[in-house]
């Protein structure tokens, strides 16, 4: 005897909330329609119907067309973004390691101890400290 097997759909239910920030998103120009679909797993005609509702810019009877060239553009200029900012990150760290090597070596050769030591006074000029 065969069993009757079925693909069973899973439908999905997204909250007001939620489909206006996919919307938002999609309005200030962080994510393209694409990207949102691949971000979140959303069929794109899901996101569209979405921004044809709740878009404050959309106009009724109005078709929103995305260029791929500008999306991909969008992406290219994110990626290279991305990259500076790493390279100036590691440029920074490059130099905070310099820095520590430079305190570690003076405290040790010159027996300056440059890092800040919290149990100390501070220093009040030239007035005599009391002890209390």
């Not at 994510?31 to 069929?43: A, C, M, P, R, Y």
């Not at 067309?65 to 500008?70: A, N, P, Q, V």
């Amino acid at each position: 005897m065969k069993a009757n097997i079925r693909k069973i759909q899973k439908q999905r239910r997204y909250t007001t909330d939620f489909k206006k920030q996919i919307v938002k998103d999609f309005e200030s120009g962080k994510f393209s329609v694409l990207q949102l679909e691949k971000l979140h797993g959303i069929n794109n005609a899901s996101i569209y119907k979405w921004i044809y509702k709740y878009s404050k810019f959309n106009e009724k009877d109005y078709r929103i067309i995305e260029m791929k060239k500008s999306s991909s553009k969008k992406v290219k200029d994110l990626e290279k973004k991305v990259k500076e900012l790493e390279r100036i990150v590691g440029s920074k760290q490059l130099m905070i390691d310099y820095l520590e090597k430079m305190m570690e070596i003076a405290k040790d050769e010159l027996d300056i101890d440059i890092k800040k030591n919290y149990g100390t006074r501070p220093s009040i000029g030239s007035k005599k400290i009391e002890d209390k």
